[in-house]
């Protein structure tokens, strides 16, 4: 690490909110994995990347990756599936909608903007599920979050984590707004892979 980097954490370390922010701008610059970024400087980094990141619609980040037309041309029960949006940091999440996905309306449509919620899970490297430790026959267990989305961890602060079912990464029916607001998050705390 250098020493304008050393001095910047050093900075953000006595409380200033400016230098916590250019050291985390500076550790993504670099590439260094956000697991290793001090979790001062990666949370108050998130929250100004928040404020001052220019706006981009998650829906122009999807890109189509496989497409079948199951019904002999009916595009609305077609079955489409986009690629994944990769995050810096080895972070990758699925937003899908068509005939076949948990999204409203329940159909493949050509624009889509026209859905007001939307399937998503986190295809890798985290998982929402919980571990679940204890015997679930005598109604004994004891859900453990994922680390990583508690204080401390690279996900802590990640928005509407109740959509969620402690048992499953996947979440349907999610609203755009909400969509939104994750990849917002996940793109001012990581930083998008590609593009934009």
């Not at 199951?70 to 990758?92: N, P, T």
């Not at 999440?93 to 399937?119: F, M």
Request: one cysteine or more.
């Amino acid at each position: 690490m250098d020493a304008k980097l050393r001095e910047l954490e050093r900075k953000a370390a006595q409380g200033d909110p400016d230098a916590s922010h250019r050291a985390f701008v500076e550790h993504r610059r670099i590439g260094t994995l956000a697991r290793l970024i001090p979790t001062a400087i990666l949370y108050e980094g998130t929250k100004a990347e928040l404020r001052i990141q220019p706006a981009v619609d998650f829906r122009n980040l999807l890109r189509t990756h496989t497409f079948m037309n199951s019904s002999m041309g009916e595009l609305d029960v077609c079955f489409r599936l986009f690629e994944s949006v990769k995050f810096q940091s080895d972070i990758d999440i699925s937003i899908q909608a068509s005939h076949y996905h948990y999204c409203s309306p329940r159909e493949t449509l050509n624009d889509v903007k026209g859905y007001a919620s939307w399937e998503i899970s986190f295809y890798r490297p985290f998982s929402v599920e919980h571990r679940i430790v204890g015997d679930t026959d005598e109604n004994e267990e004891t859900i453990v979050p994922d680390p990583h989305f508690a204080p401390g961890g690279i996900l802590f602060g990640f928005p509407h984590q109740d959509v969620f079912s402690p048992y499953d990464s996947v979440a349907g029916r999610i609203l755009t707004e909400k969509i939104q607001d994750m990849v917002d998050f996940l793109r001012a705390r990581f930083g998008l892979l590609r593009g934009l």
